[in-house]
């Protein structure tokens, strides 16, 4: 059975760090394109940071860009979203997802639309306070 299972979320003041954590069971990262999504209350569900393996380089939203990093382990079969300077618009439940790669697309594309992932884990809540 494919599953994705998030961890890691919790509170954190603002200025701090979280890293979460997303293991795979019934396939492997490895294959996939890969990215964590999140959704604020009353906002719609956006893609914050994609990679297709195929092209090599991360794509991030511009509200996270040099302060999140995305990053996988292929050995546990386990990917990785490293949050530091956490702000309170970053409170939301964040979802890690995967889709099968397309050469031709960039990483970018997999961060446009919830549509263009396969799989998806339930959701891990970050609350960053003031």
């Known amino acids: 059975e494919v599953q994705l299972v998030e961890s890691g979320g919790g509170l954190v003041q603002a200025g701090g760090s979280l890293r979460l954590s997303c293991a795979a069971s019934?396939?492997?990262?490895?294959?996939?394109?890969i990215g964590w999504f999140r959704q604020a209350p009353g906002k719609e569900r956006e893609g914050i940071s994609c990679?297709?393996?195929?092209?090599?380089?991360?794509y991030y939203t511009d509200s996270v860009k040099g302060r999140f990093t995305i990053s996988s382990d292929n050995a546990k079969n386990t990917v990785y979203l490293q949050m530091n300077s956490l702000k309170p618009e970053d409170t939301a439940v964040y979802y890690c997802?995967?889709?099968?790669?397309?050469?031709?697309?960039?990483?970018?594309?997999?961060?446009?639309?919830?549509?263009?992932?396969?799989?998806w884990g339930k959701g891990t809540l970050v609350t960053v306070s003031s």
């Open positions: 997802t995967a889709g099968v790669p397309l050469t031709y697309y960039s990483s970018a594309y997999y961060c446009r639309q919830t549509g263009f992932m396969d799989y």
């Open positions: 019934g396939f492997t990262f490895d294959d996939y394109a």
């Open positions: 990679i297709n393996n195929s092209h090599g380089a991360p």
